[in-house]
């Protein structure tokens, strides 16, 4: 389990930098600026992972995605801003995040649909965790 071992690694880490990578995601997934989950999951469709995306959210098995597909989508632009505001190297960013977010939005839609609201961040990091089990 390589990357997710890793990126849990930081998120139970010592210091203030062990949640980097969960205030990303979670950053990128409450940002109502953009939609919120549902605008991410729709910036990631317009850039061509539309049949990946809806994977993460159904409840059948997860598409894979790679690093190249997540920078595509998303923007190098946009990615190497959450790098230098989170702290992550941008050049690894889009793989932690390949790594990551099919598992975190097929945690976040447990019933194979987006909800209206998503749980604390403490739920969250509790969610993540489980991951391993």
Excluded: C, H, Y
């Amino acid at each position: 389990m390589g990357l997710l071992d890793s990126v849990l690694g930081q998120l139970n880490g010592a210091g203030g930098g062990g949640n980097q990578m969960l205030n990303l995601i979670m950053g990128l997934i409450n940002d109502q600026g953009r939609g919120g989950l549902a605008g991410l999951l729709e910036q990631l469709k317009a850039g061509g992972l539309g049949k990946v995306a809806d994977s993460w959210v159904s409840t059948g098995q997860n598409l894979p995605v790679s690093a190249d597909q997540i920078t595509k989508a998303l923007g190098s632009s946009q990615l190497r801003q959450l790098a230098q505001q989170f702290g992550i190297s941008a050049d690894a960013l889009p793989g932690q995040l390949a790594g990551m977010l099919p598992q975190v939005v097929d945690r976040l839609t447990p019933q194979g649909r987006i909800p209206s609201q998503l749980p604390k961040m403490d739920s969250i990091s509790d969610l993540l965790k489980g991951l391993l089990d």
